[in-house]
């Protein structure tokens, strides 16, 4: 190995400590989430992200994503060197520049989140080969937009700091083509909360 790989690889923020007892409990928090749209889940993975990612959104990505699968992120070029190289040699998974041609996509920046439609929303005969979009954001609300569906007790307000562009609108497009359309995992740099396809805006058939 060359002088230049072993910086690059000293330079790499390490995983999770105990790769098999935290993946787990990651993944049973996303479970968590997405089984009850709307509602924020506690997650401390102990985990050193390179920023601009959480360690609560690296945690997710180091737990779903595996060399099978491609990402996209919004972060810089400069910024996504450092990421890109984190991702690449925890999970395999690769970058792509295109949100069309993703599995998961990590949008630091919410409010220049590219349009719900433009990533992967899957097919008839294969809609779980969709985008899981994870949004970084400030705070999860209980007030909002008000959503119905599986998992869901009646109805459930949901609304996050920032906002993402035409929430409602993009809710609303996103449900109307179910079973495709993309899932939404919001993290702060505590909690996690989703709004998986099969939510449905309040008021809306």
Known sequence: ????SNGAMANLN???????????????????????????FRLDPQLDAPPPLFPTSAAVLLTLADFETSYWTDVSVQEGDHINRFIRFHTGARSTGDP?????AI????????????FKTGTRDYPDRATTIICQVERIETTGEFFRGPGIKDTVAF??????PEFRGQMRANRATFPCGVDLLFTTRTHIAAL???AVLCGEA
Do not use: E, I, K, W
Request: overall charge negative; charged content about 15%.
């Open 1 to 4: 190995m060359s002088a230049t």
């Open 196 to 198: 998986p396809r099969s």
């Open 107 to 118: 949008a630091t920046d919410v409010t220049a989140l590219p349009p719900l439609a433009a």
């Open 100 to 104: 069309a041609a993703a599995d998961f």
């Open 14 to 40: 390490p995983a999770f400590d105990d790769y098999t007892d935290s993946a787990n409990a990651v993944f049973r928090t996303c479970l968590d989430a997405l089984s009850r749209p709307g509602q924020a």
């Open 159 to 164: 609304s996050c700091v920032p906002a993402v």
